[in-house]
């Protein structure tokens, strides 16, 4: 290998480093919980996608190991050859029941059943209109297909009317627009309703991705076009987050879309099946999911009464009654401060900048959990406006 390869890698981490923008990994010695051991400390952590707090459920640890005993440990296939379990048809099935779909088909992860869904769907004739604030994994399946891109501001209507119009004007055979239900850092639910409208009135499909809505959002938890009270026509989620936050995407709409990924999806043709354990948690997750009433309830009673107090501290936040809850701090290096003392004072979060979010805008986001007590939050919140003193946040 060339050392001036090497050297032009190396020059790149010391300018992302320089930049302050370099991230660094903790390992944590427990469970991924509302407590977790980092070292020697024992940290509240509120900044897990543990929404309902299901990732060390014993339901499911139990599920997973029993489906070990039963179904072993790989599938060491794709599911096409010989990847596929009772389990995972099984699962397929459970979701687009709960998810009010007529089928839906199994990923890796989320990142690959975004990755996978358009290039079959749509050709060259065809148009996407996406969400310029739409996750990664979203722009990258878009990247991969040929349909003509459109983007619209985020969650701006009016953009996405003229987008529309022009998708129409240049001749689409099909559109499909594309959208988070919910945006991940700022905890922003995308305008369904209107954005349905807007679909029926120009003839498109709607496609949602609802990783940070699933579980907990709408009756039973089924999402945010639950929420709204409307449809969508396709949904991507994740096994990643609420429902248990192992690992797991998948894809629910209409039979004839399943089928068709089936045969063409490149993310499910040519990598590895979901191992049992994790399907079988999923199939476990559900179940528990669709009763809990009462953990969505603690939810956003944790994440009222966190958002009232960091308020009253004086700390500035986005609106909203999502679980995800930023504190805006607008500068990178107040951002990285303030998130070390919080750690030094036993709360675990992480500081946003850019890229993750645009210049100026470098926040904490904080994330409730069903299991979170109060006792932890109120601790969290003394150690939020000790921290916030300290670093000059607070006057
Ligand atoms: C987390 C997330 C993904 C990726 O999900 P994985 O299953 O972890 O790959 C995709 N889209 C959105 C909106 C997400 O928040």
Redesign the pocket.
């Known amino acids: 290998m060339s050392t001036a390869f090497l050297d032009d890698i190396r020059a790149t981490l010391q300018q992302i480093e320089a930049d302050g923008l370099l991230k660094r990994e903790r390992a944590i010695l427990s469970p991924q919980s509302t407590r977790v051991q980092v070292g020697e400390r024992e940290v509240i952590n509120l900044c897990a996608?543990n929404y309902l707090g299901l990732a060390d459920h014993p339901a499911l640890v139990r599920a997973a190991t029993q489906a070990m005993e039963s179904h072993g440990f790989g599938m060491a296939s794709v599911r096409f050859i010989c990847g596929t379990q009772d389990l995972h048809r099984a699962l397929e099935t459970r979701l687009a029941q709960y998810l009010g779909a007529e089928d839906s088909i199994l990923f890796?992860?989320?990142?690959?059943?975004?990755g996978a869904l358009f290039e079959p769907l749509l050709g060259p004739e065809d148009a996407v209109v996406s969400d310029a604030l739409?996750?990664?994994?979203?722009i990258d399946g878009i990247r991969l297909c040929k349909a003509r891109r459109y983007r619209y501001a985020n969650a701006d209507m009016d953009a996405l009317e003229a987008q529309l119009k022009a998708a129409r004007a240049d001749g689409a055979r099909h559109i499909m627009i594309a959208t988070?239900?919910?945006f991940?850092m700022d905890g922003y639910l995308a305008p369904l309703p209107e954005i349905r409208a807007l679909a029926n009135q120009y003839d498109a499909l709607l496609m949602v991705?609802?990783?940070?809505a699933t579980g907990f959002m709408g009756p039973q938890g089924r999402g945010t076009p639950a929420h709204f009270g409307l449809r969508a026509d396709i949904l991507?989620g994740?096994?990643?987050?609420a429902l248990g936050g192992a690992?797991?995407?998948y894809i629910a709409g209409p039979q004839p879309v399943i089928d068709l990924l089936r045969q063409r999806a490149r993310p499910y043709l040519f990598s590895n099946a979901l191992p049992p354990s994790i399907v079988a948690a999923g199939l476990a997750a559900i179940d528990l999911v669709e009763q809990a009433d009462d953990l969505r309830a603690h939810l956003f009673d944790n994440a009222a009464h966190w958002r009232a107090g960091l308020a009253a501290a004086g700390f500035e936040l986005l609106p909203g009654e999502h679980p995800i809850i930023p504190v805006m701090l607008h500068d990178a290096h107040k951002a990285q401060a303030m998130a070390a003392r919080l750690f030094e004072l036993g709360v675990y979060v992480s500081g946003f900048f850019f890229p993750v979010v645009p210049k100026g805008q470098a926040r904490i986001r904080t994330q409730m959990n069903a299991a979170l007590g109060r006792t932890e939050l109120d601790q969290a919140l003394a150690a939020f406006e000790q921290a916030g003193r300290e670093t000059r946040v607070l006057a």
């Open positions: 996608n890796a992860a989320c990142f690959d059943a975004n739409n996750h990664a994994s979203i988070d239900g919910v991940s991705d609802d990783c940070h991507t994740t096994l990643g987050k690992l797991g995407g």
